[in-house]
């Protein structure tokens, strides 16, 4: 079974930056397309950014668009998500997650996505 990991997650000031990782175990699934979510206290659940399986093709949130990059090494199972210039709103944990579909056009909404990790918290203090 198919297995994801994310880390980096923890408190930082308004302006900061923090690099989440998400490591999966298996390797039929290293390649298909991955996404960040988040969920703030009270809130939906909500999309960040997914990357395509080659790591060539990404999409973002408005809300997170030019600060936050998602890449991805495949040969370590790894996809990162380097979060730049932290707002407090950015306050959320922070679930990666593995596409049901290999190919296609990247998916927005969780209904997309089905191997779910157990999420790292990430604080932005004012």
């Known amino acids: 079974q198919v297995q994801l990991v994310e880390s980096g997650g923890g408190l930082v000031q308004a302006g900061g930056s923090l690099k989440l990782s998400c490591t999966s175990s298996?390797?039929?699934?290293?390649?298909?397309?991955r996404a960040w979510f988040r969920q703030a206290p009270g809130k939906e659940r909500e999309f960040v950014g997914a990357i395509n399986r080659s790591g060539g093709s990404t999409s973002y949130a408005d809300s997170v668009k030019g600060r936050f990059t998602i890449s991805r090494d495949n040969a370590k199972n790894v996809v990162y998500l380097q979060m730049n210039s932290l707002k407090p709103e950015d306050t959320a944990v922070y679930y990666c997650?593995?596409?049901?579909?290999?190919?296609?056009?990247?998916?927005?909404?969780?209904?997309?996505?089905?191997?779910w990790g157990q999420g790292t918290q990430v604080t932005v203090s004012s």
């Open positions: 997650a593995i596409s049901k579909t290999l190919w296609g056009a990247l998916t927005t909404t969780d209904d997309g996505y089905d191997v």
């Open positions: 298996g390797r039929a699934f290293s390649a298909y397309p």
